[in-house]
Antibody, heavy 117, light 106 residues
């Protein structure tokens, strides 16, 4: 059974750094793209980016390019989303998902709420 | 960037009725379109991908159709648990693509 477990909520100040995690299990980790999606309060879904664990190839949304970094640790089947300098506009719930066909999230984590104020 | 426009923004129906949601793309996305359901406080759930393929475990009352720029999600007979927000999402390249703005079935 595929499972996706994300790290807990975070409360940060503007300018601080942050790394949140997403641990996936129940399948061959290296074989599927992993995506990150942002959802601001009471708003819709937006892609942050995607990463292929096999070779760490990462692609970013044009609006977030340079603002965040995606990475993986294959040894523990975990993906990460990292900010070096948070902004108040980064306040949102962040979901990770295994991607079917490199694009469609078929298994999702519960989301990590990031609050920057 | 491909823009997806969903309509109507809100659909008011009763259990047992048929729901028809539309998603229009600003340019052709072939059949590379998915539909998700999201309930408050929950992660999205994949319903349909590649325009018409049901994801694992999705009931047969959910169906998708369309290609190119016009797509439809149909729920043949609404169950109480189907009242939620629905998003479409396209992919035209190796990026995951874009989401529509969402449509609420209430």
């Amino acid at each position: 059974e595929v499972q996706v477990v994300q790290s807990g909520p975070q409360q940060k100040k503007p300018g601080e750094s942050l790394k949140i995690s997403c641990q996936l299990s129940g399948y061959r980790f290296s074989n599927y793209w992993i995506g990150w999606v942002r959802q601001r309060p009471e708003k819709g879904l937006e892609w942050v980016g995607i990463i292929y664990p096999g070779d760490s190839d990462a692609r970013y949304s044009s609006s977030l390019q340079g603002q965040v970094t995606l990475s993986v640790d294959k040894s523990i089947s975990t993906a990460y989303l990292h900010w070096s300098s948070l902004k108040t506009s980064d306040t949102a719930r962040y979901f990770c998902a295994r991607l079917l066909e490199g694009a469609f999230g078929d298994y999702w984590g519960q989301g990590t709420l990031v609050t920057v104020s | 960037e491909v823009v997806l426009t969903q309509s109507p923004a809100t659909l008011s129906l009763s259990p047992g009725e048929r729901a028809t949601l539309s998603c229009r793309a600003s340019q052709s996305v072939s059949y590379f379109l998915a539909w998700y359901q999201q309930k408050p406080g929950q992660a999205p759930r994949l319903l349909i991908y590649d325009a018409s393929k049901r994801a694992t475990g999705i009931p047969a009352r959910f169906s998708g159709s369309g290609s190119g720029t016009d797509f439809t999600l149909t729920i043949s007979s609404l169950e109480p648990e189907d009242f939620a927000v629905y998003y479409c999402q396209q992919r035209r390249s190796s990026l995951p693509g874009t989401f529509g703005g969402g449509a609420k079935v209430e």
